[in-house]
């Protein structure tokens, strides 16, 4: 009790020290004394009897239970006196490591909501996603609308569906969804994002409605309509209303009962405000070739995700045997459904984590240099503190104190960074990305912050604390004098500028590919003009609409057109470049054998006659669709180039007839134009087979409006709602955007990964041209001495700026060499983002090499250029 009194009483610790040693002395002296030594040369050699006070007190003081508390406290003051002494140095370390470790923050924000973050189900790893794929070539697939790759899995039809609950074990509950959008009329109509869903998927994502109840077998049936709200539309809606259940609502235009309403965040699948019951219509379980539902399973207890898959396999063996005209050939894919989620966007967001972290790091570097040049400045009061008994092992835990304290300090200035980076991101981050809801700086992401600030204490701050440790005591202390410290402290300098310069190269390299592809797609021609083009989605689905769909388009756009500044208005059944795109198989009269290179499919749009005009889509032979190709009219089809070429190469295809696999008893239909080629997946995918059809022949659901304005396209936003509710007052209008904006939408991954990744470069190049200057600004101020004798001599101006400018371009030439190496590894892992270019491009090589020599030279210039002006007088004088 009396030692851990002393540790909270250090004054008085101290006092009794000093006494005690007082004592020691005092005894020590009149010993002396009385052997017969003068007084003060008995005191002299008593003193050095005991070996020197300050030695004996911090042997004694490391000896008292919680020392180390109370040094550390006393090194943390003195840190903290020191850091406010040089504030310059203090707000560059402070700025330069918040601007790192804030950038780091952001991101991994991301990637915890995004890839870490668990799924909001219990049990997220017992959920599996289901799929069906083919797993051997089958030829006959032609006709059925599957996608055209053999290793793209796809989801799962009606009847397999079925089978799939009869005959596994390995999944404890199997439910199925379908995504739609629909019409919601009650109150102010708007488009919905409805799920439908089969029995079972609720219970297997084991998520309880917050009021109401789940569906029952009843609600399977045609006669019975009911609805489960999500959070979000029973809080805007109805204002949070309880008494929601029971009240019958519209959506898609049929009545709909309440029947719950389900927790806030739960939105599977994509984002859905609402869910419905899939109820199969009849003879729809017999079509095995109908894919369309997204499957999800709950392992059973003690079934691991292998198991699951053999179980998968056999059962679908089974079924090839019992249907092998439609089974024949087909397996199933199993997958976690966080890794089904997250999974297409995992690879590029490490990519972004790991090029920030190299951010980290150069900070780190720079501070690194901050901090050896204030040891260097140091030097002497370090010596000074270990001669008078400081150990150095105190020296180097004060050092790391004043490292963590600047960590520390910039970790919360980082806080802030980070926290508006992620409210910048917001608005750039592409919808694609899933979770979004998920991001968000909360604990975790505060626990990585602390552990960035620190490791980063840790990286920027052991070097210079090591050197300070290893310095020559004696040396330091003789004033003037040349130690070896100052040629370490250069060679780690150097070391730090090579590092610097290899990681800005890859990160430069890598931002330069993503730029080079974002440049690539937005100088490729979409084949058609998105300038003044607005765009509107309509969807005429339910009772309501039906057999009226192509009247009500065109009442629509008989308003559109209407419309003051508007040259033109149309509608399809899927614009470019908006998602959406659907193939059909087609016969070709007179040709009995698909064609070699695949399946005869192509895709499939419906479209009104202005259409091609009001896109701006050129006609290359015969004629664009007219007012006179009605639904009673011989069917008729105008193809794009790509399909003429393919399916009729040398040949003129106006006047031939195929028939689409759409429907039961699909026509023929006459080819009577061939328009240009549209890129309508994507801006980097080459233009497909495409048809279109008039939309009054085939009228579907979903419809997506295009205006072609004379000025501004949001500026008719108003009215494309006002004439489309002429026509219907309950039909809303939504994603109201300009088709540049649609465009833009579709390069919105590369743009996203491609910004962030130059913003990461650019700080890159600052740090690493500031790594540079001082490097060469700290040589130069320690070789002034040379650099004055080598004037004195009667070396020249010019001398003195190529010695100093080839001895700092050396690191830099072997960093760009290290850095073109390791960049033509690491940008392989773009490979998924690159478009047009090559992960190894020379071209963008050379391109950020130069650039960065440029920036090298820069930073090398005013040094140089100082040091070439050198006084060798006053230089000299002044050593």
């Not at 924000?109 to 973050?117: A, D, I, K, N, P």
């Not at 309880?208 to 399977?220: C, E, Q, S, T, V």
């Not at 439609?326 to 890794?339: K, M, Y």
């Not at 192509?550 to 208005?569: E, I």
Request: hydrophobic fraction near 45%; charged fraction near 20%; glycine fraction near 10%.
């Amino acid at each position: 009790m009396k030692r851990w009194g002393r540790r909270l009483r250090p004054a008085r610790a101290e006092r009794e020290l000093d006494a005690e040693l007082r004592f020691h002395v005092e005894v020590q002296t009149e010993a002396n004394v009385r052997g017969g030594m003068a007084p003060d040369e008995a005191r002299r050699q008593a003193l050095l009897s005991l070996g020197g006070l300050e030695q004996i007190k911090e042997g004694v003081r490391d000896l008292r239970p919680g020392v180390w508390l109370e040094t550390l406290w006393q090194d943390t003051r003195f840190a903290i006196r020191l850091l406010r002494r040089d504030p310059a140095f203090t707000a560059v370390a402070i700025l330069t490591l918040a601007l790192g470790i804030g950038a780091n923050t952001a991101i991994f924000s991301v990637v915890y909501g995004v890839l870490l973050r668990p799924l909001p189900y219990p049990q997220p790893e017992r959920l599996v996603f289901i799929q069906q794929a083919r797993n051997e070539s089958v030829p006959e697939a032609a006709g059925r609308n599957l996608p055209p790759t053999d290793d793209e899995p796809f989801p799962v039809s009606p009847p397999v569906f079925a089978d799939f609950r009869a005959m596994t074990r390995s999944f404890s509950t199997l439910g199925g969804s379908v995504a739609l959008t629909r019409n919601f009329t009650d109150g102010e109509p708007e488009r919905l994002e409805v799920a439908a869903v089969t029995g079972g998927l609720l219970e297997t994502l084991g998520v309880a409605p917050r009021l109401g109840r789940f569906f029952d077998a009843a609600d399977f049936s045609e006669e019975r309509d009911a609805v489960i709200l999500g959070h979000g539309v029973w809080q805007r809606k109805y204002g949070g209303d309880a008494a929601i259940l029971g009240r019958t609502i519209h959506i898609g235009g049929k009545p709909c009962e309440v029947i719950g309403v389900m927790p806030e965040g739960f939105g599977y699948p994509d984002q859905s405000e609402a869910w419905v019951p899939l109820v199969f219509a009849p003879g729809e379980m017999a079509e095995r070739h109908s894919h369309y539902l997204d499957v999800v399973g709950k392992l059973a207890p003690g079934i691991t995700l292998g198991q699951a898959r053999g179980e998968l396999d056999a059962v679908t063996r089974r079924l090839a045997e019992i249907h092998p005209d439609s089974d024949r050939g087909f397996g199933a894919r199993a997958t976690l459904l966080h890794e089904r989620i997250v999974g297409p966007v995992r690879v590029p967001l490490l990519v972004l984590l790991g090029a920030v972290g190299f951010v980290l790091l150069m900070a780190c570097a720079n501070v690194a240099h901050l901090l050896l040049a204030r040891a260097a400045a140091r030097e002497r009061e370090l010596s000074l503190r270990a001669a008078l008994g400081a150990g150095r092992a105190r020296l180097v835990r004060q050092l790391l104190v004043e490292s963590l304290l600047l960590a520390l300090v910039s970790g919360v200035a980082g806080t802030l960074v980070a926290f508006w980076g992620v409210q910048g991101m917001r608005g750039l981050i592409p919808d694609s990305l899933p979770r979004i809801e998920s991001i968000r700086i909360d604990l975790p992401v505060l626990v990585f912050t602390l552990a960035a600030a620190l490791a980063a204490a840790l990286a920027f701050g052991t070097v210079p604390a090591l050197r300070a440790m290893r310095s020559d005591v004696s040396e330091a202390l003789k004033e003037g004098a040349r130690s070896t410290a100052g040629r370490a402290r250069g060679r780690l300098r150097r070391v730090l500028v090579i590092g610097e310069v290899m990681i800005s190269l890859v990160l430069l390299s890598g931002a330069g590919l993503l730029l080079n592809t974002l440049w690539g797609m937005m100088r490729t021609n979409p084949g058609f003009d998105a300038s003044h083009l607005l765009t509107g989605r309509l969807y005429l689905s339910g009772p309501a609409y039906a057999g009226r769909q192509a009247t009500v388009v065109q009442d629509a756009l008989d308003r559109l057109r209407r419309l003051p500044g508007v040259g033109g208005a149309a509608a399809t059944s899927s614009l470019p470049l908006s998602g959406g795109n659907l193939s059909y198989g087609f016969t070709i009269e007179g040709v009995t054998t698909p064609p070699a290179g695949g399946l005869v499919m192509a895709g499939l749009r419906a479209v009104t006659p202005d259409f091609h005009r009001v896109m701006r889509i050129p006609l290359r032979r015969g004629r664009f669709l007219v007012d006179s190709d009605a639904k009673d009219a011989p069917g008729v089809v105008i193809v794009s180039e790509a399909m003429a070429r393919k399916f009729w190469p040398d040949q003129d295809c106006i006047g031939r007839r195929i028939r689409i696999a759409r429907g039961k008893d699909p026509g023929w239909r006459t080819i009577v134009g061939v328009v240009g080629d549209v890129r309508h997946e994507a801006l980097y995918v080459p233009p497909q087979p495409e048809m279109y059809v008039p939309y009054a022949q085939e009228p579907l659901p979903a419809v997506q409006l295009a205006l072609r304005t004379s000025g501004n396209p949001m500026d008719y936003a108003a009215g494309l709602r006002l004439s489309v509710g002429a026509v219907d007052a309950q039909l809303p209008v939504s994603r109201i955007a300009p088709m540049s904006e649609v465009v833009g939408g579709s390069m919105a991954d590369t743009r996203f990964n491609g910004l962030l990744l130059t913003l990461f470069a650019l700080l890159a190049i600052v740090l690493a041209a500031v790594g540079i200057y001082g490097t060469l600004a700290h040589g130069i101020a320690e070789r002034s001495h040379e650099l004055a004798i080598r004037v004195a001599l009667g070396a020249t101006s010019r001398d003195l700026l190529a010695l100093v400018v080839g001895h700092t371009l050396r690191p830099v030439v072997i960093g760009g060499a290290a850095g073109l190496i390791a960049a033509g590894w690491l940008t392989r892992l773009l490979k998924n983002q690159l478009h047009g270019v090559k992960p190894g491009d020379p071209a963008t090589f050379a391109a950020v090499a130069a650039l960065l020599g440029l920036v090298a030279l820069i930073a090398c210039y005013l040094p140089a250029r100082r040091a070439a002006r050198i006084d060798p007088n006053q230089a000299l004088r002044h050593e």
